[in-house]
């Protein structure tokens, strides 16, 4: 049974650093493409970051690039996002997916097929 689990959201002030962990089960991660997704308040979610099938490479969306790093540890099966020069606006709760019929990821979430059930992170002073 594909799971995946969130953990690592919290409060922390801004210019903060904080890293969200995926841990997932029944399947292996390296197989798939896994994706971070964030859903502020009366907001879309939108797809923060996302890193391909074995090793093809990861993408991120313009307003985190140089402050996000996606990255995955095949043997805890996890995946990571490492969060720096945390801002207000990404306050929001933090979701990874798994798009397992992609070798490419992508920042679409209508391309994955299981998710998460979020973790909060809070970015206030």
């Known amino acids: 049974q594909v799971q995946l689990v969130e953990s690592g959201g919290s409060l922390v002030r801004p210019g903060g650093s904080l890293t969200l962990s995926c841990a997932a089960s029944g399947f292996t991660a390296a197989d798939t493409a896994i994706g971070w997704f964030r859903q502020a308040p009366g907001k879309s979610r939108e797809g923060v970051t996302c890193?391909?099938?074995?090793?093809?490479?990861?993408e991120y969306v313009d307003s985190v690039k140089g402050r996000f790093t996606i990255t995955r540890d095949d043997a805890e099966n996890t995946v990571y996002l490492l969060m720096n020069s945390l801002t207000p606006e990404d306050t929001a709760t933090y979701y990874c997916a798994v798009d397992n019929r992609r070798d490419w990821c992508s920042l679409h979430r209508n391309e994955y097929d299981y998710w998460g059930q979020g973790t909060q992170v809070t970015v206030s002073a």
């Open positions: 890193i391909s099938r074995r090793g093809r490479g990861a």
